[in-house]
């Protein structure tokens, strides 16, 4: 965090890419209220995972044209394979509370397995893995976990739907539509 290159900006959300001609210029994002632009010297990383990044490539004009239209964004590049294909890894984590406190260690990751659902398969699809913490998300735990608890947590690693990523506006806000169903035709 000490390096002079290195700017963390916390509460701040990424808008739009900004362009020069088809060339991503830097970054648009807004932060207490103001919308700030930043200028990148050599290039931009987009690094916000398997939904927010082609939701930042669509609001920004990257897309299936007739998709970004729908919305109202105007069209920087038709790439019709942004939002297509979209794969998740279904997680099943329980968490269990220990009669004493636990210690934290490490990563938290204490024990992992990964094997296969069917011995015909060529590679491992499914991995448990014991975290030394409680690991479920607000949405899944009802109250707060107790603080001496550790999970098991179950997880897909090679799902075989397919489904996409819609776009519901224009405004960076809106939420993303994600349709998991493998049941989708191409539009």
């Keep these: 965090m000490d390096r002079p290159n290195l700017t963390v900006l916390t509460q701040a959300l990424v808008t739009r890419l900004a362009f020069e001609g088809k060339e991503v210029a830097g970054v648009e994002f807004q ?24 939701k930042l490539l669509m609001q920004s004009g990257i897309g299936d044209e007739a998709e970004l239209k729908r919305v109202g964004i105007p069209l920087i590049e038709h790439l019709p394979g942004i939002g297509r294909n979209f ?5 099943s984590p329980c968490v269990w509370e220990a009669r004493e406190p636990t210690e934290r260690r490490n990563n938290l990751a204490e024990a992992t397995a990964i094997w296969k659902s069917d011995a015909a ?7 448990s893995f014991m975290v030394g913490a409680p ?5 899944a735990a009802k109250v ?12 897909v690693l090679r799902t075989a739907s397919r489904g996409r990523l819609r776009l519901t506006g224009a405004d960076p806000r809106d939420p993303i539509d994600i349709q998991t169903s493998s049941t989708i035709r191409p539009t």
């Design 121 to 127: 398969l060529d590679t491992p699809d499914l991995q």
């Design 87 to 91: 794969q998740d890894h279904f997680m």
């Design 31 to 54: 932060r207490e209220g103001k919308l700030h632009r930043i200028k990148a010297t050599c290039e931009v990383v987009l690094s916000l995972g398997a939904i927010q990044t082609p």
């Design 135 to 139: 690991y479920a998300s607000p949405q």
């Design 144 to 155: 707060a976990p107790p603080p001496n608890s550790w999970s098991l947590t179950t997880a």
